[in-house]
């Protein structure tokens, strides 16, 4: 069943065409790369999908929702988890727990289970009362992970999550990646780790806008004869025309 249906989907400011004309769709439980170099288009194209900015041209469901009429189910129904932390640095790890839980509609018996269950996942029962600033980037990372499944969405995005961590925290990371996945949870992921775009089931990459390239990492690297997705990668973006957007 696909959660994401993307068809002939298009982004222009002015004359600038930021996603031009792109398809695809994605199926529940995937984790699904979504590539680009700086200014490819993929950043605005995400923001499309989570219901921040509409469309220019073309259609688009997610989670079963209209991506025109639906934008306030779509942003219900997800997680989202930006490049840049984003939980709040001067609360306690409890209360950015409660403080989400709140805002994506849980009720308090639903928080407080929740709330219990996710310490416990993370070991982190002990320093559920410090401020989040006090974590290591890696752990405000996990746990800014583990806040955008708290109401358990369909779909999961994620802006380059693992960026700044060590390899370790980054393999900790993709784990807990791999549970979401395995309980049903769409993964929808961009990264600039070559390495992580041979963890997803399927892996697209943009160029000027447009998707240049779609398959699982396998078929992708049969298709241009390379020995991994970094090379994949550097073959697809060499061509590009623009810089960031």
Not at 128 to 148: D, I
Not at 162 to 181: C, K
Request: charged residues 25%; hydrophobic residues 40%; glycine residues 8%.
């Amino acid at each position: 069943m696909n959660v994401i249906e993307v068809e002939n989907l298009s982004k222009h400011f002015g004359k600038f065409k930021a996603v031009d004309d792109i398809s695809f769709n994605v199926s529940r439980g995937e984790i699904f790369g979504f590539l680009g170099a700086n200014g490819a288009g993929k950043t605005t194209a995400m923001r499309m999908l989570c219901g921040l900015s509409l469309p220019t041209l073309g259609e688009a469901r997610v989670a079963g929702f209209d991506l025109y009429k639906d934008a306030e189910q779509i942003k219900r129904n997800i997680g989202y988890m930006s490049q840049r932390f984003s939980l709040y640095d001067d609360l306690s790890i409890r209360e950015n727990i409660r403080f989400y839980g709140g805002i994506y509609g849980l009720t308090n018996k639903q928080i407080k289970a929740k709330t219990e269950s996710m310490l416990h996942h993370l070991n982190l029962e002990e320093e559920a009362n410090k401020m989040v600033k006090s974590l290591p980037l890696g752990w405000k990372q996990k746990l800014a992970f583990s806040v955008s499944l708290l109401h358990d969405p369909q779909i999961v995005f994620l802006d380059e999550p693992t960026g700044g961590v060590d390899p370790i925290t980054r393999r900790e990371f993709w784990t807990m990646i791999y549970e979401a996945s395995d309980k049903g949870t769409t993964v929808f992921v961009t990264t600039h780790y070559m390495d992580e775009a041979e963890y997803c089931s399927r892996v697209s990459i943009m160029v000027d806008g447009k998707i240049d390239a779609l398959g699982t990492p396998l078929e992708l690297k049969e298709k241009f004869d390379s020995p991994n997705m970094g090379d994949v990668f550097l073959k697809l973006a060499r061509k590009a025309k623009r810089g960031d957007n």
